[in-house]
């Protein structure tokens, strides 16, 4: 195997470690914690960065910087500026040449010279026919039209005006004969019958032309049509005058030939690009005037650069990283941009790739259960160091298959024991039963079946935790949705974890019930719908408790109104508000039957309105359980306190 290496060609360090996805999912998990979806967690984080890299932002500011400094350039009509200036010239120098001559015709040819219109087209088209006196003056005159032609060709084709500077006849007629091929070439294609040959054979024939060297007809076309619309949106930002008399002195410095050919390339560029912007103006300023193909060069970057900022903000349907053109990047802001722009293309497949983001059928972002299994985790270690440490004790499972609490005392062991084995029984009592047989003599300890003895464990009582969770649009208009998710996702990750022979289940409402998922959960946005239906999760509630009939029961609720919906007849949920009496009788009703199976109601209440704190505490009172009005932001702290606590009573019982 044999290596080549070259010469770095900037952007990142290629030794550099690579990206750390799983630090990608803790920013998306913190954006999602705090009530924002998979979708817009991962969208900002594109446009933030991450791990020293640049975001999406940055590299719209830096585009940013980059539009101010062009428009900064210089004007746009520098072209007519340097053509006056040669006229001038050239009056100048033929003056100087007659003021000696005493003749009547140096007279006159003064008089005509005196004569000339302001207008410096008109000036420039009425001299054609005049004989020059002063060699001088007739070489800065000829260079007008030098000048415009090459001008003209550096519009359309960049880098002409230095290619073409005193061009000879035969340079001008290769020129005439690219742009007669070029359009006979693209009326082959308008028609359907263009051909990579054809357009081999063009580039080869003609390649000097372009030093971009497209690789076919689509990437010329794209080159020239975006250079003649910056052309034609620079006529249209000139003023009325300078535009008439930059036309007519175009016209007048080519002939008809080469008017024509380059009218017929821009009507098809024009028809073969017609989504590009073919018109508008644009605000230029500093002091030095710009060439005509100068000026185009920077309408054309312009055009680019808004186009690139479009596209970098992200801000349209079906919007995809994919979308931006690494090459458009590279011209407007470098090859380091162009780096981070892959950099942040890689983020979402390796979030994929390496099992954190998954689609669903309709192509939406959800978190996978190993990510969700993280931002639990996360969250738990947040509400964790939030409560006080002071007789907190641990939390951590060393056995996740253990059915109970060690008692201290041991027994033989069984056939079908699960039990954790006594070591030091076990040794022991091979030790004894070696001594008693070999009487002094030195043998290695050999285990039998019968030296084994396992530790005795007490089991532990089970609990089955339903967590009703309002998902009502009130929740996130108060600002609690965030906190709701994060505890909740934190006191389902304590309970699968760290006491896996319980059971949880989470059961969200807004006008109705549903049982969620954890990674459905994650990526969950507010209802924005009108209703609390507590009814409904009661319901659910009961049928989850009724699964585990061995367990004891606990119900958790969260919430920031009063009961608002209920279920009809027909199964339809009915809002109304102020409350219909049969809504809260229906929830009181599950209350009871809650009740009755011996589970326990604690209310977590977000807000301290009248008409809630009355209905809660109503509910307390038929239930027997307890009422929690904490500060948002430690909700968490009490939820898991108050599993914690009710599980620490379960054990002494």
């Known amino acids: 195997m044999t290596f080549r290496y070259g010469a770095w060609a900037g952007g990142r ?13 803790d920013e998306i998990g913190e954006r999602v914690m705090a009530g924002d979806s998979v979708r817009q967690a991962l969208r900002d984080l594109l446009r933030r960065g991450t791990d020293g890299l640049r975001g999406l932002e940055d590299l719209r500011r830096q585009a940013a910087i980059r539009q101010r400094e062009l428009r900064k350039q210089g004007r746009l009509d520098g072209t007519l500026q340097e ?31 005196d004569g000339l219109p302001s207008d410096t ?6 001299l054609k026919p005049y004989n020059w006196r002063s060699p001088e003056a007739r070489e800065a005159y000829e260079q007008i039209d030098d000048l415009l032609r090459r001008e003209v060709l550096d519009s359309q084709f960049q880098g002409m005006k230095n290619a073409l500077e005193n061009a000879s006849p035969e340079a001008m007629q290769a020129v005439k004969d690219m742009l007669a091929d070029l359009n006979q070439m693209l009326e082959s294609d308008a028609r359907g019958e263009h051909t990579q040959e054809q357009f081999d054979a063009f580039m080869a024939k003609h390649g000097e032309f372009f030093p971009s060297q497209p690789q076919n007809l689509e990437e010329l076309v794209d080159e020239l049509a975006r250079r003649a619309a910056a052309a034609q949106r620079l006529m249209d930002s000139l003023t009325p005058q300078q535009r008439q008399e ?5 016209d007048g410095a080519m002939d008809m030939d080469m008017q024509s050919q380059m009218a017929q390339l821009g009507d098809a560029l024009r028809a073969a690009r017609p989504e590009l912007q073919w018109g508008g103006r644009e605000r ?6 710009m060439g005509l193909g100068d000026a185009t060069s920077a309408l054309q970057e312009l055009a680019d650069l808004d186009d690139l900022d479009s596209v970098l903000g992200q801000d349209y349907p079906g919007a995809a990283l994919d979308d931006i053109d690494e090459a458009a990047v590279q011209r407007a ?16 497949r390796e979030l994929q790739a390496q099992g954190y983001l998954t689609r669903d059928a309709h192509g939406r972002l959800e978190l996978s259960p190993r990510a969700v299994r993280r931002l639990g985790a996360t969250a738990l270690r947040k509400v964790f160091s939030q409560l006080d440490s002071k007789g907190r004790g641990g939390h951590d499972v060393r056995d996740a298959g253990a059915a109970g609490d060690i008692t201290g005392a041991s027994r033989a062991w069984q056939f079908g024991d699960e039990q954790p084995i006594d070591v030091v029984r076990t040794v022991r009592n091979a030790v004894l039963r070696s001594n008693s047989r070999t009487a002094g003599t030195s043998a290695r300890l050999k285990l039998q079946v019968d030296d084994f003895e396992v530790v005795e464990t ?3 009582t089970s609990a089955a935790v339903a967590l009703l969770v309002d998902l009502s649009f009130s929740m996130e208009l108060r600002g609690t949705w965030g906190v709701a998710k994060q505890t909740t996702m934190a006191l389902h990750s304590l309970v699968t974890t760290q006491f896996p022979q319980d059971a949880i289940e989470v059961i969200g409402f807004s006008d109705y019930a549903q049982v969620l998922k954890p990674e459905q959960l994650a990526g969950l946005d507010p209802q924005r719908v009108q209703g609390t239906n507590l009814q409904h999760a009661l319901m659910l509630a009961g049928r989850f408790l009724g699964k585990h009939p061995g367990a004891e029961p606990v119900v958790l609720i969260v919430t920031d109104g009063e009961p608002t919906a209920h279920l009809t007849r027909d199964g339809y949920a009915d809002f109304c508000w102020p409350p219909l009496p049969e809504t809260l009788e229906l929830t009181m009703a599950e209350v009871e039957r809650i009740t009755r199976r011996g589970a326990t109601i604690n209310v977590f209440m977000l807000d301290d309105e009248p008409r809630l704190i009355s209905f809660v505490e109503h509910l307390a009172q038929r239930n027997g359980g307890r009422v929690f009005s904490p500060d948002p932001a430690k909700l968490g702290e009490f939820v898991v306190s108050d599993y914690l606590r009710a599980r620490r009573g379960r054990q002494r019982a």
């Open 13 to 25: 360090d290629p030794l550099e470690s690579p990206f750390d996805v799983a630090e990608a999912v």
């Open 83 to 113: 053509v006056r200036e040669l006229l001038d010239k050239a009056l100048e120098l033929e003056r100087s040449a007659l003021f000696p001559d005493p003749s009547d015709s140096a007279r006159m040819a003064e008089m005509e010279l």
């Open 121 to 126: 087209a008109r000036a420039v088209q009425e």
């Open 246 to 250: 930059l036309s007519e002195l175009m």
């Open 284 to 289: 230029m300023s500093g002091e030095q005037g």
């Open 333 to 348: 802001l470098g090859r380091s941009a162009v780096d981070d722009l892959r950099a942040l293309q890689r983020i979402e």
């Open 458 to 460: 007490e089991r532990r």
